[in-house]
């Protein structure tokens, strides 16, 4: 397929080679809905003003994932980033899915589980971790080693992986704090304009806090 988006990428870095999704539900739909609203700000769509999403820019940008996201959220009243998440979140994990089943990076496989329960799964057609995937983790492991300057799109995936838990399952053989560091400074680095860091963060945030009260909303219910 073309250029892989934010969505893609977090997808398959959310699901293990045996096609299960490892970061469960709903973090993994609150991360995909704050990928989307990540690929509106760096394609010059969305900024964050005075605390609300705006659209700044309502033109298409001929993505029909990103383009349905932005209709909504030119069509509504201007929300806080961390409302849009779960609103943007919701059928987004199986849209991503179908998208990737289409282009080939992975299959569709349904069976049952002690013959009973239904199961859907989705490997990659070969059973190895696809190659793009591989190229996103490089990527993000090349950022995490060096010193320099990351790209924008790097950047909002390392931040993207860091807010849902999935950076602590991406890079157990890096030393945690050198990992911590490492993505403090990408975080302030000069990656992109200031209109669109401050949408990216906000919207990070956003998702982190989503997550956040997810997992405690689990831990309650499993404690009770």
Known sequence: ??????TDELLLLAYDDAGTNRLGRPHLDHGLAGAVLLE?????????????LAVTDPAPTN????????????????RKP????ARLGKGLPDRVLDGLVDAGVLRRESDRVLWVFPRTRYPSPTGA???VETAARE????????GGPVDART??????????????????ELPRDRVKARLAEIAAGDWASAATRKAIE????????????ATAAIATTTVS
């Open 82 to 85: 961390k409302d849009w998440i």
């Open 1 to 6: 397929m073309d250029r892989l988006l934010l």
């Open 63 to 78: 993505v029909p994932l990103l383009d349905r996201a932005l209709a909504t959220v030119a069509g509504d009243r201007p």
């Open 155 to 172: 950047a909002a995936l390392l931040g993207l992986t860091r807010a849902v838990g999935l950076d602590r399952k991406l890079f157990r």
């Open 129 to 131: 971790e696809p190659a």
């Open 139 to 146: 990527r993000m492991a090349a950022a995490l080693a060096g």
């Open 202 to 213: 906000e919207t990070q945030a956003a998702v982190l806090v989503a997550t956040t009260a």
């Open 40 to 52: 509106l700000a760096l394609a010059g769509r969305v900024e964050v003003v005075d605390g609300r």
